[in-house]
């Protein structure tokens, strides 16, 4: 089973940018659909970017046109680059495989983003 350790996460003000990664621990990964996910205090984990295997992405209206997520299966790794952050998007930051998230298992760390002044 892929393992995955994400990275990059800090505090940052409103407006800022900060950029996630995930590396994988194995090649497989390149053929699942990976997703960002994030946590906030007193909420539910939410998919905040997918990316298939052949590139198609998608966001939710809470971060779409500020989050791009990408994928580089050459280097095992999924970004998030995240722009205009605001203090909703203070959270810990998970990636793992969509299957993985519908079934609840294999979450990593994760990587605190907080977005304060």
């Known amino acids: 089973q892929v393992q995955l350790v994400e990275s990059g996460g800090g505090l940052v003000q409103p407006g800022g940018s900060l950029t996630l990664s995930c590396a994988a621990s194995?090649?497989?990964?390149?053929?699942?659909?990976m997703g960002w996910y994030r946590e906030a205090p007193g909420k539910q984990r939410e998919l905040v970017a997918s990316?298939?295997?052949?590139?198609?992405?998608n966001y939710p209206r809470s971060v779409k046109g500020r989050f791009t997520i990408s994928r580089d299966n050459a280097k095992n790794t999924v970004t998030l680059q995240m722009n205009s952050l605001n203090p909703d998007d203070t959270a810990v930051y998970y990636c793992?495989?969509?299957?993985?998230?519908?079934?609840?298992?294999?979450w990593g760390q994760g990587t605190q983003v907080t977005v304060s002044s």
């Open positions: 194995e090649g497989g990964f390149r053929d699942l659909t």
């Open positions: 990316i298939t295997s052949g590139g198609y992405t």
């Open positions: 793992n495989t969509l299957v993985n998230a519908v079934l609840n298992r294999a």
